[in-house]
């Protein structure tokens, strides 16, 4: 891999474990001047490899450096190094040299920790995403606007206040008890499956950021089942369902980057291997009693990878809406299971509970609306889809709901 390409992707790859690491080790209230040491790093990298070529084993130059950084570092702010060993070993007189473990294991475990760290409950979960997206996925100020649709002064305000929010609450990077792990869990499930749905529902136009922030959410969920201490049914339950979703990515827009509907996708381009880790993930679950929204939403997204438009497969997808709206509701899902009631029950019935809804500010709502009376009154399926269009925000829908209203 050439220079020009490697660095980032070692950016990408290696930023967040050297980070995770050394907040480790300053804690996190220090998280500026690890990400300096870091930032240092890589620039220094920039300039040398661009003069003098690729060292034989970049990732390894990239470890060495930032170590002899933190010690140099260290060395020249006496203080703040009896500080950390004093937190180290309280015990000690003496100032024994300080370890810069970036072994596999420390690397992981510090990931792992880190995770728990940025995912605790006094921060907000957009400014969680944020901060999970900038110190353990590499992503910078304008990579997260790109994603939020936002500004890069936006982000660097939810940055700046999520660190805050963790200095006042003297959060540790430190293995989770037990009892944190029960209480904490779901709270960083939950910020991974808002982490996923911002790459996979995402109307910003960079088809590859989009992908690599799936990929991110995919690779911490990895992590949490890996470890035996988060390997839980609600754990396996999320991952299938990023499974199944990610399956079907390439086959969801053309190649003018435009929404392709789930009827028209083309079946060929769906990942099977994904497919299948998903069906591993899902049984995994299974296990033990919780029935969680995940658990529900994978189920859900399993009978999505059959094309075929049988019975079966449409009552099923209503049964678990049904299950869901009862333990977790939201007017989302509840449209959604309107579509399945549709398939499963006919229109007649569908449009009936539609209505009930009235989500008059929702262009989800009217396209459903539209696309329920196309068959039975087009001109009132014009009238939706109209509505729908004047609603729309991002041009894929808009191009979307246009195509429908040209279908009449």
Known sequence: MHEQTLLPHLFRTEYRKIISVLCKLFGIEHIEIAEDIVSDTFLLASETWGQKGLPVNPTAWLYRVSKNKTLDFLKHHRLFREKIIAEINPASAEFPEIEIDLSAKNIYDSQLQMMFAVC??????QDQICLSLNVLCGFGAEEIADAFLSNKEVIYKRLSRAKEKLRQENIK??????????????????????????????????????????????????????????????????LALMCFHSSRFEARTNEKGEFIIYEEQDESLWNKELIQKGEYYLNRSSQGRQLSRFHLEAGIAYWHTHKADTPEKWENILQLYNRLLQIEYSPIAALNRTYALAKANGVAQAIQEAEKLQLSDNHFYFTLLGELYKNLDPEKARAHFKTALSLAKSKADRQTIRGKMDSL
């Open 120 to 125: 605790h409950p006094s921060i907000s979960s």
């Open 173 to 238: 990077i430190e293995p989770p008890s037990p009892s944190a792990i029960d209480k904490r869990l779901e709270t960083v499930l939950t910020t991974l499956y808002l982490l996923f749905s911002e790459g996979y529902y995402s109307t910003s136009k960079n088809t590859l950021l989009r992908k690599d922030l799936c990929i991110e959410a995919i690779r911490l969920n990895v992590m949490l089942t890996e470890n035996e201490q988060t390997d839980s049914p609600l754990t396996n339950a999320l």
